[in-house]
Every structure is written in structure tokens, then in C-alpha cells.
């Protein structure tokens, strides 16, 4: 048995159900995925939490689908920061669970996908979610920017997800050799954790105080009720 569990945003998040699940004389091994976000806590501190032992799960670990072989033959959990089914390579284990008659048990849990309401914004005026890449040498992917002008086009806000280990310093830069001409964005951080809301052109936002996880929001036309939401909410 296969049992993918979300953590929710904070150290506390995860359900009952899944804490009683993790607890089970049944279950042999707990893996915590760690390539997706760059989590607000340490493993150790998990462990202690939850007080379970854990083994790290690496991209290369979760894409090979070794984890379905062993759940072959007894209980096995993967721990998901957030939502359980974010990342594509979770649900192709689902797929992959379906092909090789494993059965398998999603837990769900808080995300950064509904935790942005925080911001006033409405959920169901945000378009497509995009990914902002942390540039490296000859690896400078611009397709995201794409996807904020087609949000744009039909009044859609843009929920930009960072990606793991690039400073908001640096998310700044990039943005801004782009040559992309942005208005006020949203900069969120700690959503669920200690949320800060911060709105403003994005060199006069205090990078020192953007601390992972972060995403920014890249708003369309905003409705009386969600100005009026930024206004007594962000900073």
C-alpha cells in the first residue's frame, strides 16, 4: 500500500488521519519528498513532531518509482509538503501504482493554492500557475512570462511559484531583465506559517524581509472588495 500524505503549510498541518496513518505498526518506511519547495522546517524537526523516523526523498529517489516496488510488499508513505498532488511526478506514481495493481490512499492537506486567498484576492479569478526557474549558466527559461501576458489578456491573476533556492534578490533581477513592465505585484510569505502580505513595485519591497517559501502574485484587474483586502491586509 501506497499512501501519499500533504504536511499542510506549517509544522502542525498535517490531518489526523494522517498522523494516525504515519503511526501504524503498518507502515515500514516514510519517505519526505524534498525537491519541490524549500521547506520551513528541518527533517529532524518533523521527526519530532510527528515522532516518526524519516528518510529523504530526492527527485531522482520518486522518479525512479522504487517506492512503488516496495510498497509492493508492505505499507509505504511519502510526505508532501503542501498539497499531495502539486508535482506531476506524484500523480505519475499514481499512475504507475494503478499499472503495477498497488493500492494506494491520498491524503489531502493545506497549499499554497488556497492559503493565496489570504491575500483578498478571489480564488477564482487566477489564471494559469506559473514557475519562476532559478537562471544558471546557458539555463535562462523565460516561458513563464508567456503565461502572465495570457493571464492578462483575459483579467487573470498569476500565482508565480519560486523555485527552490532562488532569493527574492535574485527573482527581482530576473524579472527585471526580462523586460517585462510590472505594476504592483503581491509578494506572499510564510503563507500559513507567519503570514506576511507585502504589495508594491518590486524593487521598493524589502528583500530581507521575503523569507522562503515565497511566491508572487501577478494581479489583473482588481475588484472594490479585493482592493479594498490588500489595503487593510498587505504590507
Avoid at 41 to 58: D, V
Avoid at 197 to 215: E, G, Q, R, T, V
Amino acid at each position: 500500500m501506497l499512501y501519499i500524505i500533504g504536511l499542510g503549510l506549517e509544522l502542525k498541518g498535517i490531518s489526523l488521519h494522517g498522523k494516525k496513518i504515519l503511526k501504524s505498526a503498518d507502515i515500514k518506511k516514510i519517505y519526505l519528498e524534498n525537491y519541490t519547495i524549500e521547506l520551513p522546517y528541518t527533517k529532524k524537526e518533523l521527526e519530532k513532531e510527528l515522532k516518526i523516523k524519516i528518510k529523504e526523498a530526492n527527485r531522482e529517489f520518486v522518479e525512479s518509482e522504487a517506492i512503488i516496488e516496495e510498497a509492493k510488499n508492505y505499507d509505504v508513505a511519502l510526505l508532501v509538503y503542501g498539497a499531495p498532488l502539486s508535482a506531476t511526478t506524484h500523480i505519475s506514481l499514481i499512475n504507475s501504482a494503478v499499472k503495477n495493481k498497488v493500492k494506494y490512499k491520498i491524503l489531502y492537506s493545506g497549499s499554497i493554492f488556497d492559503a493565496v486567498a489570504e491575500t483578498g484576492l478571489s480564488l477564482y479569478k487566477f489564471g494559469k500557475i506559473a514557475s519562476l526557474p532559478r537562471w544558471q549558466k546557458n539555463f535562462t527559461p523565460t516561458s513563464f512570462i508567456d503565461i502572465i501576458k495570457d493571464n492578462q489578456k483575459i483579467n487573470a491573476h498569476t500565482l508565480l511559484l519560486i523555485d527552490i533556492g532562488l532569493k527574492f534578490e535574485d527573482a527581482v533581477k530576473q524579472l527585471d531583465e526580462i523586460g517585462y513592465k510590472f505594476d504592483k505585484v503581491i509578494i506572499c510569505t510564510k503563507l500559513g506559517i507567519k503570514s506576511k502580505i507585502y504589495y508594491n513595485f518590486l524593487d521598493k519591497i524589502n528583500a530581507d524581509k521575503i523569507k522562503a517559501p515565497y511566491c508572487i502574485i501577478i494581479h489583473a484587474e482588481l475588484s472594490f472588495s479585493e482592493k479594498e483586502a490588500l489595503e487593510l491586509i498587505a504590507e
